[in-house]
């Protein structure tokens, strides 16, 4: 059974940083590429970034809002897909969810399988 | 950037109706847009991609229409599970966006 798996959500400080990692199962992930999505509290979905797999190049693109600040990697040999978030502001609090790409050709991705989420809450 | 709008924001209807929901592309997406029905605490969970295809396992009363600008979804017999909030989002390049979202209320 596909399973995405998000943690180290957390309260932080504004300025700090987090990583969050999205743990996969139940396919072979180094096949897939991997989004990032947020929500925050109350409001809708925002698309954060997304990592290509290793077929595709594995490179990376980014939302302007987190770009500079935010670093998304996958480490293929254990399935697990990464948010490395710097500088935190308030309006990261949100909850951050992964998901699985599917994709035809290579360049156009939707997303099939999500992760429950994890919370990341930036206060002072 | 791609601006993804949708129509209406809220939506109250009856078990048993057809509910339409609209999503408007700033520029032409071509087919790469996909809706997704989110309910309170959890993920989104994808229905339908390249606008009219249904994704495995979603009840066939979900369907997908347009191209280019222009896209809806349809319930054809609201069911009282069909409550929730709706996403289109484009995939046509990246950034990637989303609509705002429709909330559906049973009556």
């Known amino acids: 059974e596909v399973e995405l798996v998000e943690s180290g959500g957390s309260l932080v400080q504004p300025g700090q940083s987090l990583r969050l990692a999205c743990t996969a199962s139940?396919?072979?992930?180094?096949?897939?590429?991997m989004t990032w999505v947020r929500q925050a509290p109350g409001k809708g979905l925002e698309w954060v970034g997304f990592?290509?797999?290793?077929?595709?190049?594995?490179?990376?693109e980014y939302a302007a809002s987190v770009k500079g600040r935010f670093s998304i990697s996958r480490d293929d040999s254990v399935g697990i897909a990464f948010v490395q978030m710097n500088y935190l502001e308030t309006e990261d609090t949100a909850v951050y969810y992964c998901?699985?790409?599917?994709?035809?050709?290579?360049?156009?991705?939707?997303?099939?399988?999500w992760g429950q989420g994890t919370l990341v809450t930036v206060s002072s | 950037d791609i601006q993804m709008t949708q129509s209406p924001s809220t939506l109250s209807a009856s078990v048993g109706d057809r509910v339409t929901i609209t999503c408007r592309a700033s520029?032409?997406?071509?087919?790469?847009l996909a809706w997704y029905q989110q309910k309170a605490g959890e993920p989104p969970n994808l229905l339908i991609y390249?606008?009219?295809a249904l994704q495995s396992g979603v009840p066939s009363r979900f369907s997908g229409t347009g191209s280019g600008t222009e896209f809806t979804l349809t319930i054809s017999s609201l069911q009282p599970d069909d409550f929730g909030t709706y996403y289109c989002?484009?995939?046509?390049?990246?950034?990637?966006?989303f609509g705002g979202g429709t909330k559906v209320e049973i009556k």
């Open positions: 998901g699985r790409g599917l994709t035809v050709s290579g360049a156009k991705y939707y997303f099939d399988r």
């Open positions: 139940g396919f072979n992930f180094a096949d897939y590429g």
């Open positions: 990592v290509r797999s290793r077929l595709y190049g594995g490179t990376i």
């Open positions: 520029q032409s997406i071509r087919s790469w």
């Open positions: 390249q606008a009219s």
């Open positions: 989002q484009h995939y046509s390049t990246f950034p990637l966006s």
